[in-house]
């Protein structure tokens, strides 16, 4: 696997700028800023777009402006377009059943109720690298799915990504230097101990 695209999962929009469904967009927005890349549109794509040179390998990085439930076509129309493998992309995404501030790398898998995944699925097949950012609340069973994935982070939420950014920052560029298969097996491990600590 060379990572040559990133997707980012998002809603264009003012009114859904940080939102918790919106947290695959702000990730690159915070790729684009550490690695000095600057955003186009490309209507040809119907995505916002950059690229440049990252540890001597070219990488792009796109967020989908089809709104989340048609991630796929872009994804799909991207990838044709440039003769793109799928282990070569990389979908970064919230995840609803990934506990708040974990990361997980993974390929493949079924779409987990994310509506952006399943229309990925649909049109490019199940079998691809994804980073998933967990955004899962506190109490399951009391929340409407809708109104929590469209709703804003509150301000402590909002402290915490901050601290996890430069952590998730370290992962992609793992996976750029040495891998998915490589990053997967170093992050997830180190992510399922950190998991247990917390939970002591």
């Known amino acids: ?3 040559k695209v990133i997707f980012g999962l998002g809603n264009p929009g003012a009114e859904y700028n940080g939102t918790r469904h919106n947290l695959g967009f702000d990730f690159l927005d915070a790729l684009a800023k550490e690695f000095s890349f600057s955003w186009k549109w490309d209507k040809k794509m119907n995505a916002e777009i950059a690229e440049g040179i990252y540890l001597e390998q070219k990488l792009t990085l796109v967020k989908p402006q089809t ?5 796929g076509v872009s994804v799909l129309k ?3 377009y440039f003769k793109i493998a799928k282990e070569d992309i990389l979908v970064v995404y919230d995840d609803y059943n990934l506990e708040f501030g974990l990361s997980k790398l993974k ?3 079924g779409d987990g109720g994310h509506n ?3 229309n990925i699925i649909l049109q490019i ?3 691809f690298p994804r980073f998933r950012l967990g955004i899962k609340p506190k109490c399951k069973a009391s929340v409407n799915l809708s109104n929590f994935v469209l709703g804003s982070f509150d301000p402590s939420e909002v402290r915490i990504l901050e601290q996890k950014f430069p952590h998730w920052l370290k992962n992609i560029e793992l996976v750029v230097d040495k891998g998915i298969d490589i990053a997967m097996n170093h992050t997830n491990k180190k992510n399922a101990v950190k998991n247990e600590q917390d939970r002591d």
């Open 67 to 71: 709104f989340m439930n048609l991630s």
């Open 1 to 3: 696997m060379s990572l």
């Open 125 to 127: 097949g199940a079998d």
């Open 107 to 109: 390929i493949g898998g």
């Open 116 to 118: 952006g995944i399943s």
């Open 78 to 80: 991207f990838t044709d």
